[in-house]
């Protein structure tokens, strides 16, 4: 059911990959509530993802971008606004990946060429994004930045490494840019810290299975799922959150807020008893 909640406004995407990535359902629900917008990701993730499929699908053009290099950037604000007519009312940077992750290099053995590039991609393409987009005004008087985080910025998750630094930085970002943008533009800028979920992204990180059964037995609402964040996502890029700017979102069901839960305890109560029994 659309309630025409972006009709008449343009929006750009970033991140899109296939349909596992958050992204790829705001795209979709964006475009049902009445929105125009353009696509981008990095030329080998449009490679290898279908992002075609989608573009096709909310008559969307796709325009290659490395959202750690501000030339690309600033070519695609200034594309983008051919392409829609004028300046964007809305931003979604759903970007990260960590090196460390994916070889398998702990916190306490770090690469940190790779860190350097984890927090690039995930945390500073932020910065540079914004930074683009008010020098071009490429963004609309009220306008919503919408960037994706996690609740590893604000407490240890096992295994989560350095994408914890940088979604901790992403954050940061946030406030510090949202004052700035807000006070000279009135552009809001916000990040939603989703609950796990299995985006490619997500499943390259190890025990993720495990994270995602924790989380869901610790949150009194249960896991947010990618469709359900699509769904908070469109009410901020919405009129109807007008002044809510450089805020840290929980969308998690409640686990951030939570200690210990009935569920969480009963399994690992189970866990001794299993244990018992192998003795």
Request: charged share 25%; aromatic share 8%; net charge negative.
């Amino acid at each position: 059911m659309s309630y025409n909640l972006l009709k008449g406004k343009k929006g750009i995407i970033f991140g899109a990959l296939n349909e596992m990535s958050i992204a790829w359902k705001v795209a979709e629900l964006a475009v049902e509530e009445g929105a125009e917008i353009v696509l981008t990701n990095t030329p080998v993730s449009i490679r290898m993802g279908t992002i075609d499929e989608l573009a096709k699908k909310c008559n969307a053009e796709v325009i290659p971008a490395d959202a750690t290099n501000p030339k690309d950037l600033d070519e695609l604000f200034t594309k983008s606004m051919e392409v829609l007519g004028g300046r964007v009312d809305f931003v979604l940077h759903s970007i990260g990946m960590s090196p460390n992750v994916r070889k398998g290099h702990s916190y306490d053995d770090l690469n940190y060429e790779y860190l350097k590039k984890t927090l690039d991609v995930s945390a500073t393409s932020f910065h540079k994004v914004l930074q683009s987009a008010k020098k071009l005004d490429a963004i609309n008087e009220w306008g919503s930045v919408v960037a994706l985080s996690y609740a590893a910025a604000q407490r240890t998750m096992y295994e989560y490494n350095d994408m914890a630094d940088a979604k901790a930085m992403l954050e940061s970002i946030a406030r510090s840019f949202g004052y700035i943008y807000g006070r000279e533009k009135r552009v809001r800028v916000n990040t939603i810290s989703q609950s796990p979920t299995m985006t490619t992204a997500g499943s390259g990180v190890k025990g993720f299975d495990s994270l995602i059964d924790f989380s869901e037995r610790m949150s009194p609402l249960g896991n947010a799922d990618a469709q359900e964040c699509a769904n908070f996502c469109i009410t901020l890029f919405s009129d109807l959150t007008k002044k809510v700017t450089m805020q840290n979102l929980f969308h998690d069901g409640g686990f951030s807020s939570m200690g210990m839960s009935f569920r969480a305890m009963h399994q690992y109560n189970k866990s001794f008893k299993l244990c018992d029994d192998c003795e």
